[in-house]
Each structure stands twice: as C-alpha cells, then as structure tokens.
C-alpha cells in the first residue's frame, strides 16, 4: 500500500511545476485521530488547514497542512571573498518541494510525522520529530533519508502582529518582522547602507555591507507571542519573516534540529536560551573604570594617562593594540600580527605592564588569529602545518587591509595548543590582564582543513572556537575570572567562552547602519540574543579618506558617542584605524576635562553595574537591554530602537544626531524622574527634554531598587 501511495505521489509531483523551495503541494494521508498526546504536558491538534503543538503554556508552533512545511534540494555555493566580505549565490540543482504527510506517530515524550519530499530529480523520506522536554521546552529533529540534500527548508505559521527579535547582532534592525535576514559572521562592512560611503566600499573592495550583514549572528529568535526557537545548525542561513502569516528558515545543511521555548516572558525565554547555550562569566573589579585606548609607545602612552589622570579620570585599564609594533599601510596604521612584544615601542615590556599594574592600571593587549607573512612565529607555523590550507593544499594566503596573511587552522589540536602557549607566555607571561581577541570571521569558504571538516560547515563555529581557545589558555595560566578578554564575531555558545563582547568597527559618524545609531541598535539586537555583556568602541573606528565626504571623527561625535557609553558595560576608547585624523580623548583641553567627567560618571555607576553582571551571569540576561524586554506588553516598546534601559531601573535618551541639544524618546509604564530637573514623568508617553552635551537625558524609574543609589551616584554631575 505505501509503494503504491509513493506510486502515485511521484506521477502527481511531476504533473506540477516546480516553486521552490516550497511548492503548493501537500499530500495528506493522516489517521483518524485529530489530537495526539505526548510526553506529560504536550499535544498535537490537528485542525482542517494546521497542526497546532502546544503545553499547559500555550502553542508552541502550528504547522501548515494545506501547503508544505517542509522542503529540501541540492545546490551549491559560488562565492566571492573580499576582506571577509561574502558574495555568495546559490545554485539549485533541484527542489524535492512536494511534501506528503503519511504518518503522525506518538512514543512516550515524541511525535514523529513521517512522509516523502519529492522533486522533478529528487526524493528522500522525512521524520519530523518533537521531544517534549518539560512544559516549557520542546527538542526537534528533521532527518532526511537522502544524503545528497543539502538544504533544508522549514515553514512554520505565524500572525501578522506577531513582532521577532534576536538573530544576534543586528545593526540595522531591532523588530525584525516583514525582514529577511541572513546568517553568515562577517565583517559587516563599511557603511551598510548609509552613503555615499557603502557605494564607494562596494566599488573599490566589495566591502559595502548590507543591512543584515554582521560580525555575530545567532540563530535565535523570539516573538511577541512569548515563544523563542533556537537551531543548532551552523552553515549559511536565511530566515524569512516577510509574509504575515509565516516564517521560512533555510539551512544549507542536511537537515535541522533545535529548540522551541514557549514561557510568559522574553526575559524567561532568554533564561531558556542561554541556560542552553552559555552565559558570561562576571568581570573583574577593575574593568569597572575608563579603559583608555592609546597608543604610539611608551613616552605617549604615559603622558596620555597622566594627563587623563590630573582630571580625575578614573583610569584602571590601558589598552594599547600596538604593544606588537605597528605599520603604515594603504587603509591607515596597522598592527604587527607576530604576537611577541615590541621592545622597541615599549622598552622592557614585563616591567612596563608591572608599574602600571602597581598603579592600579591594567595593561591589555591585541590578538587574534592570524599571523602576518613574517617573522618567527609565521614560520614556526608554516613548518609544523599548523594553518589553513586552500584547495591545492598550501597555505591559504588571505589578503587583509594592507597585507596578505595566514589563518591558523583551529581544527588541529596541535595548533590550538601551540597558540595556548604563546597566550600563556607571550601576553599573559609578560603581563597583559586582557586583549582584544580579534577577528574570527575571515575563514574562506573553501579552505580545507585538517580535521576534514567542510569549511562551510565550520565557518560559523571558528569564532566560537576562537574565544573558547582564548578562555581555555586563561584557565590553564590559573588566571580565571582576573583576565578580559573582548570577541566581536561570534554565533551560538559564544557567551559561554568570551568574556566581554564588543561590537566591532563602526563609522566614525551618525550614519544609522553604521554609525553612532548602529551601535545601539547593535546592543540591543544581541541582548535579546544572549550577548549580555557587551560595548562600543567609544567615537566608533573606521576613518575613510573619501573624494566625496571625508569620515573623520569630530569633537561632538566623540562626546555624545562617550556619554552614550557611560551608560554601559565597558567604557573604552579607541583612536580608529586613522588616529590622526580623528578627534581623541586628548584632542583639547576641553576634552580632557569632559571625558574625564564622564569616565567619573560612568565609574559611579560602579556597584550598579555590578549587580547587572552579576544578573547576566545567573540569567543570561543583557546589562543593556530594549524596552521591549521589561515592557512586552506594551505594542510601542517592540519598535524602540534608539532609547534603553540599563539594568530596569535606568531610562536613557541618546542624542544620536548631529547638532542636537534635545532628544525625544518614550516613557515606559510607571513613573520616571528626570535626574538633573527632577521633573517626574509619567509612563506610556512621549515626550521631548533638553540634553546639551554633558547633560544625558537620563531617567530613574521611582520605586525602583536601585532608585536612591542611581540618584545619590548622579547628581553630583548636575549642572
């Protein structure tokens, strides 16, 4: 009888054409039955047009039935690699797009539904299998028979007021319904969509960006219907939130598996997320202060601190990014990737990261995983093999912003531990109390490597490994929980290895997908993806000579961009990828007083940001965090894109245009005091209050627990 069902299926599939990825076709072949129970909470209703899975905590997921949920086909990638940008166009050999849904089994805690996807050149058996895990959780597996199918599509019915969030670090988008995002870690490019100066990085490198392109991707999303899924897949992605009425994934993988969370709250969903995937450990007392980024070699790094330090500003950390040597290349001074300190910049290196450290000023470093075509470290890699090899099997030379490289090949242990023991001996021997571990989203797409591992497969997942290599050499020194180290590309499980997050190279201008606006629109978007301790380079990075308009850092950028970060993790500087032409903290006299005005402001903030780290550290919730997250039932708060709380207790309005002196924003349900005029406003409207630079429009919620605290911290910067 069930060759005789596949007969026929087959004839009908090639009588109509082909839509893919999904066709209009769906054969049912069901059993009487129209509610199925498993596990001790779950059930499945099949209704005439869906199968609605649901708990004692409401529906998890409806599948259509009078149309396919799920698909397959074989393609294959062509891409274009430039500056870890990825062009990439799929071709489709075939869709298996006509489903048929032939059994619907129940075995202790899983469903199983069964049937055929079937193509004009392909077919494959399905099983569809749910997992009740408790009423709040649910496990699911889609396997596919033919190992040829190397994509998998599933749809899954939504509504059109249902809102989603997450997807990792979107700088673009916070609310991303009627979007179609995609997930690769990348550089994210230089203007995003703000121009003239993506159509000028598109024309000259390719390296433009889109509004969906980003360092940290994250295949986890949550909706205003309080449920979340997460896919533990790690290849190419796209997610597609376009129609009303439903939501369409695509991994380039044979098939899918993850997890559905249905609970009462986003916060709670984000507990359910990050219990599963990793959460950040809490930060040291001392990475509580201004971490000034300065550079250029001893002499200038100490006169930049004692002069911060005649202010009053609350210095504990230095991070100088050239404690490796630096070069002048064609996109502005560039680091020396050889990992070993440079005696000539920073005599006595030990020495110097030990009187600074006697001062109470921690010294942090650069890394990542890279190594420049010379010196001893490159060639002790190219004899023991230990770098990523391209399809002719040699070394796979990857042209950076000025000079070419080589990957090191994070699948050989050997190699992981050799890049172990130059963290023990060469940073954290000499001193250094963090670094920037840089990059991680550059493997090409064809790299072969020494696991034999796809590299398409295992693009998404060096990042991961980068900071999971990072932490593990922390531990092995008997430096865990005393050392910092800050990742900007990352995807799932990143969390449970990095220990600070920062949000990678911005415009040093106002732009709104790369610039200032980005920046928070960033931190939001990760923090309801499990990013909860994270920043922005203070004054952003990428400085571009341009024949049309110039992106220079100025004086008011830098300090609206300073006092937005007061309000925040970390408080760090950095002078860009052009120093010379950007605005510093040491730029006038004037600067100097004001940034150490606001490193005292953010450092009063200490033990308030504390107990937020220490919240993150339990929950998985972010210190920065959207309206949305506390106020989920309020429909205004899930378009709120450009205001935040810190923690529940502090409203902030960042100024985020050029030539502003007021700033507009929303005020949440409750009652909310304006700190400097102690004018109280009530919740749940708009409204417009001054905010001359120096004075942030920042609101503390009355009743809340750190209320009295955050005001007597505060109100001594009134003026």
Not at 517 to 525: I, N, Q, R
Not at 572 to 595: L, S, V
Not at 639 to 646: G, H, I, N, T
Request: charged share 25%; aromatic share 12%; glycine share 10%.
């Amino acid at each position: 009888m069930f060759l005789k069902r596949l007969l026929t299926f087959f004839i009908v599939s090639k009588l109509l054409s082909c839509s893919g990825p999904f066709s209009d076709y769906t054969k049912l072949s069901l059993p009487a039955e129209k509610t199925f129970f498993f596990g001790k909470n779950f059930q499945a209703i099949r209704g005439e047009t869906a199968l609605e899975i649901r708990s004692v905590r409401g529906e998890f997921l409806r599948l259509p039935l009078d149309k396919p949920f799920l698909s397959a086909a074989i393609g294959k990638q062509s891409v274009t690699y430039k500056f870890a940008s990825f062009h990439i166009k799929d071709k489709i050999a075939d869709f298996c797009d006509r489903q048929s849904v032939d059994s619907i089994e129940v075995s202790g805690n899983d469903l199983k539904i069964k049937g055929i996807l079937e193509g004009k050149e392909c077919s494959s058996f399905y099983e569809l299998k749910f997992s009740a895990l408790d009423e709040t959780s649910l496990s699911f597996r889609l396997s596919l028979s033919n190992t040829l199918l190397n994509r998998s599509f599933f749809r899954i019915l939504s509504s059109p007021e249902e809102n989603v969030f997450g997807l990792g670090e979107q700088f673009s988008h916070f609310n991303l319904k009627g979007k179609t995002p995609f997930l690769l870690t990348e550089e994210q490019g230089i203007g995003r969509g703000d121009q003239p100066i993506t159509a000028g990085a598109d024309l000259t490198a390719g390296a433009g960006g889109n509004e969906y392109s980003t360092y940290a991707p994250i295949p986890f999303f949550l909706t205003s219907n309080h449920r979340s899924a997460y896919f533990e897949n790690t290849s190419y992605s796209k997610f597609d939130f376009s129609e009303p009425e439903e939501i369409r994934i695509e991994f380039r993988e044979n098939g899918i598996r993850g997890f559905f969370w249905k609970d009462s709250s986003p916060e709670k969903l984000l507990e359910k997320f990050t219990q599963k995937t990793g959460r950040a450990p809490v930060l040291p007392d001392w990475a509580y202060g201004t971490w000034l980024g300065v550079q250029g070699g001893k002499e200038t790094v100490l006169k930049h601190i004692e002069t911060a330090k005649k202010e009053g500003n609350p210095i504990t950390a230095l991070w100088i990014q050239d404690w490796v040597g630096r070069r002048k290349t064609g996109f502005g001074s560039q680091l020396w990737w050889r990992w070993i300190a440079d005696e000539t910049s920073y005599p006595e290196f030990k020495k110097f990261c030990a009187s600074l450290n006697a001062q109470g000023i921690h010294v942090l470093g650069y890394l990542n995983p890279f190594l420049a075509n010379e010196g001893p470290l490159y060639e002790e890699a190219v004899k023991n093999g230990y770098l990523v090899k391209d399809k002719n099997g040699k070394n796979y030379e990857i042209q950076t912003a000025g000079f070419p490289a080589y990957l090191l090949d994070l699948t050989n242990p050997a190699a992981v531990g050799w890049i172990q023991e130059i963290i023990r001996k060469n940073l954290i021997g000499a001193g250094l109390s963090g670094w920037m571990a840089d990059f991680g989203e550059w493997l090409p797409l064809d790299a072969v490597l020494h696991s034999g591992v796809s590299a398409e497969a295992y693009h998404n997942v060096y990042p991961v490994e980068w900071a999971r290599i990072n932490r593990e050499a922390i531990r092995k020194a008997g430096k865990e929980g005393k050392i910092v180290f800050f990742t900007r590309a990352g995807y799932s499980q990143s969390m449970r290895h990095s220990t600070l997050f920062w949000e990678g190279d911005q415009m040093v201008s106002w732009g709104e997908h790369d610039g200032i606006v980005s920046a928070v629109t960033g931190l939001l978007s990760g923090g309801m993806s499990g990013i909860s301790l994270n920043h922005s380079d203070i004054g952003g990075y990428t400085t571009i000579n341009n024949p049309l308009t110039n992106y220079h850092r100025s004086k008011e950028l830098f300090l609206r961009w300073a006092e937005l970060n007061v309000f925040g993790t970390v408080f760090r500087t950095h002078e860009g990828n052009r120093p010379e032409k950007n605005h510093q903290a040491y730029g006038d006299e004037e600067t100097i007083r004001e940034f150490a005005r606001y490193g005292k402001m953010h450092f009063a903030l200490k033990e308030y940001l504390k107990t937020l780290v220490k919240e993150a550290s339990i929950t998985g919730l972010p210190v920065v965090r959207p309206l949305y997250l506390q106020y989920p039932n309020d429909p205004r708060t899930a378009e709120l894109k450009r205001q935040f709380l810190l923690g529940k207790d502090l409203l902030v309005f960042p100024v985020l245009e050029k030539g502003e002196s007021s700033v507009s924003g929303y005020i949440p349900e409750g009652e909310w005091e304006h700190v400097w005029s102690g004018k109280t406003y009530s919740g749940k409207t708009e409204i417009t209050v001054d905010a001359p630079l120096g004075s942030p429009a920042v609101f503390l919620r009355k009743g809340g627990e750190g209320y009295s605290k955050l005001k007597e911290a505060l109100l001594p910067f009134k003026r």
